[in-house]
């Protein structure tokens, strides 16, 4: 046994690659592209290490050329769910004892993967399977993964430190346990790095997973999966069931070894999650820890005193980056009337400029939404806006599914600030903008604060610095990651800890020492030398 205190160093975040025309890099991930899309792959479960298929199967395909198909994957029926409950309750025994800088070990190895081996792969699966550009695609799937896994190592190190005092006739020590139990982990579609992280997280804590990837991400999700086994994760710390979250969440909540659920998606799915564990409650061995990001609505806020140019390109980017489907996209915009011209004919000037189309067409701003699903919804919403009197669509408005499923960078303005748009999260490329009198500035800002009933995100931009504070702290509770002049997107780890509150989620901070505490459960152990030997106390004796 080595006994050694260790601590790894702060890492710096991973460097975002370039992808200029002829680069290495740009070179091997135009191979990658053409070989994934050459070679459709199967897509098993994985459950203790080994790979299951079922009698149920299920195709991945592209959203921007949905006749594409991808990959075949299979689904899980209740008894898979149930071997892989089993496999990562097996798994706890060996995994929480092991030295938890050997854990750390794993990760940084699955960084040091992803960084070298896998970048083309990681970037080629999402870009084809999410419909990601290069760039979006690299900030996630290999920088943001890379980043969750080093700095999750160095975080530990921190939490470790904590101890209690202890004094000359005593020794307190705090022991960090994993959860008794498996945790639940539920990814979104959205980000590659957090479906890594949803499972990574509470596995650096020594705990183990059962993982219900969503379906429209699994190419990428499968190859993370491989990597985090190549790193050298033992078999069944984490177990990677695809499949119907509806079936899977059944039987994962029906365990009585449920220690936690760790979510990232829609503020419906985490409400049902929850409503359902409260529901079985007296059934679980501990109270399961919920930790779900959800929606959000999130906002930009334009002082009279900003610059109109610096507002148009932050709320493009902000909005219609990966066709606003970050949860962090900014969705609804407050512009003072003394702006709007000059802001307006920005937006417009870039809508027209900004090219849509297929991810491996490296000129494409925007790509496609996800699904059908996603595709009508959007279209939904811009069709209500255009039967609407009170907004206008002044760039955008169009969709064409027949070939993928890309939807227009839509700018909707509203004179109704209450608007559906205004208040619901769409998920996808559509700003809804509510044009203020100048002089009505503070009711605008409460306006902003009580509209929607999430507290994601939000940016204000103004020149005047007072101003920007002052509405800094007139928001405190909108946001939970709040910008002065810059779009409300991009967090990065280390640097800008992501989650919000209100209807957003329980604000863990998803890349920081917050989450991770969430998935220990303390042991506190004295130890005395003298032990007493008289059952009296002192002043019982005078
Ligand atoms: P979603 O809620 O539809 O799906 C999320 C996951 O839950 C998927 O894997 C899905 O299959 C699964 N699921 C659905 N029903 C289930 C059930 N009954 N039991 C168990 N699992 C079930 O969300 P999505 O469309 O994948 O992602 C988009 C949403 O995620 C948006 O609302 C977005 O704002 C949110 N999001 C939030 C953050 C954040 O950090 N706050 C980050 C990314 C995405």
């Known amino acids: 046994m080595n006994n050694a205190i260790y601590n790894f160093p702060l890492p710096a975040n991973e460097p975002v690659l370039e992808y200029k025309k002829n680069s290495p ?27 299951v298929r079922t009698a149920q199967t299920g195709q991945v395909r592209m959203p921007h050329n949905h006749s594409h198909v991808l990959a075949t994957y299979y689904k899980a029926t209740e008894k898979e769910v149930q071997m892989a409950i089993d496999a990562a309750l097996e798994a706890h025994r060996i995994w929480s004892d092991l030295s938890w800088t050997v854990r750390a070990s794993i990760l940084l190895k699955a960084a040091e993967l ?40 160095y975080f530990v190190s921190r939490i470790y430190e904590m101890q209690p005092r202890s004094a000359f006739n005593q020794l307190n020590k705090m022991e960090f346990r994993p959860l008794e139990g498996f945790v639940f ?32 991400s699994l190419l990428s999700n499968y190859y993370l999966m491989k990597i985090f086994q190549e790193a050298g994760l033992p078999d069944g710390v984490i177990n990677f069931v695809p499949g119907s979250g509806a079936l899977i969440g059944k039987v994962a909540l029906a ?116 699904d059908e699903g996603s595709f009508d919804n959007c279209m939904d919403y811009i069709n209500y806006a255009k039967a609407s009197d009170d907004s206008e669509i002044i760039a955008g408005g169009n969709g064409n599914k027949s070939v993928g499923y890309f939807v227009e ?26 044009i203020y009198e100048d002089n009505r500035l503070q009711e605008t800002i ?13 940016a ?19 946001a939970g990651n709040f910008y002065i002049n810059d779009k409300p997107t991009g967090a990065i780890v280390g640097l800008q800890p992501f989650g919000g509150s209100r209807a957003s989620g329980t604000n863990d901070k ?28 002192g002043y019982m004796m005078e």
């Open 460 to 478: 204000v931009f103004a020149r005047d610095r007072v101003a920007a504070s002052d509405m800094c702290e007139q928001l405190r509770y909108a």
């Open 510 to 537: 998803a890349g920081g020492e917050f989450n991770l505490i969430r998935w220990i459960s303390p042991r506190t152990i004295k130890e005395t030398f003298q032990p007493a030997t008289e059952y009296r106390y």
């Open 114 to 153: 992803i960084s070298g081996k896998y970048r083309a792969v990681m970037n080629a699966a999402t870009m084809l399977g999410q419909s990601k550009n290069i760039y979006q695609s690299e900030i996630d799937s290999v920088c943001e993964t890379i980043d969750f896994l080093k700095f999750n190592a």
């Open 255 to 370: 365990s009585p070894d449920l220690a936690g659920i760790h979510f990232t998606g829609s503020n419906t799915t985490f409400n049902y999650l929850w409503k359902e564990v409260a529901d079985q409650l007296p059934h679980y061995k501990s109270y399961p820890r919920l930790i779900g990001e959800t929606g959000g609505k999130n906002f930009i806020f334009v002082h009279p005193t900003a610059v109109p140019k610096e507002v148009a390109v932050n709320a493009f980017r902000g909005a219609f980056e990966y066709q606003g489907q970050k949860c962090s996209a900014a969705s609804r915009m407050y512009v003072p009337v003394s702006l709007w011209t000059e802001v307006k004919s920005e937006l417009i000037r870039i809508s027209s400029d900004a090219t849509m189309g297929d991810v491996t067409n490296p000129g494409n701003f925007i790509n496609a939404v996800i």
């Open 25 to 51: 890099e740009r070179n091997q991930l135009d191979d990658e592209l053409k070989r994934q899309l050459r070679n459709p792959i199967e897509i098993p479960l994985i459950i203790g290490g080994k790979e």
């Open 446 to 458: 409460e306006l902003c604060n009580t509209t929607s009933p999430y507290g994601l995100t939000g």
């Open 409 to 434: 960078p839509t700018i909707i303005v509203t004179s109704n600030p209450k608007a559906r748009s205004m208040e619901e999260e769409i998920f996808g490329p559509v700003l809804t903008i509510f």
């Open 185 to 216: 982990t539920v990814s979104p579609f959205n980000f590659t790095s957090i479906a890594s992280n949803l499972n990574m997280a509470p596995v650096m804590m020594g705990n183990t997973t059962v993982w219900k990837p969503a379906t429209t």
